[in-house]
């Protein structure tokens, strides 16, 4: 089984629709990877949340990894096309380690 | 453009066979890191190398076997290739190895090369 778990697997939205995706943990995370891949294509780093409680914006894209740093949300904003895509979320397992394991990946369709 | 550079972007090859995946990393980094992603096994870690030494290991098969070179560039060597080998192999890079806690850019990914092992 993946360490990290994303839900949902996939999600079809209409264009101008709120929608969230979350990555889970059963253990604690340190540093907290949020990246979107375009089919096929390599990966874009979006942000970073290392801290319990912390949250980013960039543009209508919003991240919040939860106090116990065991669970990680992101957020966009009246969806567009341009946000479709594969969003992944990666963790370090370990303070000690900057090797990065990643989620089983969010299939996001914007559809007009 | 990543700034990480992975040729070739698409390779197909027979089963048996051996091929070398190379990756230049972003300007200024030292580590380098191969993923292979496939459909029923998402995003794999495979090895990092750091400034030329080996730093941490993952479910990487002993047919695989990957260097990084005094540039830095990095080469993944796939031996005795099975159809169930054929993925997306990624490689990124980072400007520091173990310690780099939580590296505020991220990783950066290069686009790729799709293996297709027939």
């Known amino acids: 089984s993946q360490e990290l778990e994303q839900s949902p697997q996939s999600l079809i939205v209409q264009e101008g629709k709120n929608l969230t995706i979350n990555c889970t943990s059963s253990?604690?995370?340190?540093?907290l990877y949020w990246y979107k891949q375009k089919y096929g294509e390599g990966l874009i780093f979006l942000m970073m949340?290392?801290?319990?409680?912390e949250e980013k914006s960039h543009e209508k894209i919003t991240a919040k990894l939860d106090e116990k740093k065991q669970q990680s949300s992101l957020h966009i904003t009246a969806s567009q096309p341009s946000h479709a895509g594969i969003y992944l979320c990666?963790?370090?397992?370990?303070?000690?380690?900057?090797?990065?394991?990643f989620g089983t990946g969010t299939r996001l369709q914007v559809f007009p | 453009d990543s700034g990480v550079t992975q040729t070739p972007k698409h390779l197909i090859t027979a089963t048996g066979q051996r091929v070398t995946l190379r990756c230049s990393p972003r300007?200024?980094?030292?580590?380098v890191y191969w993923y292979q992603q496939s459909l029923d096994q998402g995003l794999q870690f495979l090895i990092q190398?750091?400034?030329?030494?080996?730093?941490a290991k993952g479910n990487i098969l002993e047919r695989f076997s990957a260097q990084q070179f005094p540039d830095l560039h990095s080469e993944l060597n796939l031996s005795s290739l099975e159809l169930g080998d054929s993925a997306l192999y990624f490689c990124?890079?980072?400007?520091?190895?173990?310690?780099?806690?939580?590296?505020?850019?991220?990783?950066?990914f290069g686009s790729g090369t799709r293996l297709t092992v027939v």
């Open positions: 990666g963790a370090h397992r370990s303070y000690n380690t900057d090797k990065l394991i």
């Open positions: 190398y750091y400034n030329g030494e080996e730093r």
């Open positions: 949340l290392q801290k319990g409680g």
């Open positions: 990124a890079s980072s400007v520091m190895g173990t310690g780099d806690r939580g590296n505020r850019e991220g990783y950066t």
């Open positions: 253990k604690t995370l340190y540093g």
């Open positions: 300007s200024g980094d030292l580590s």
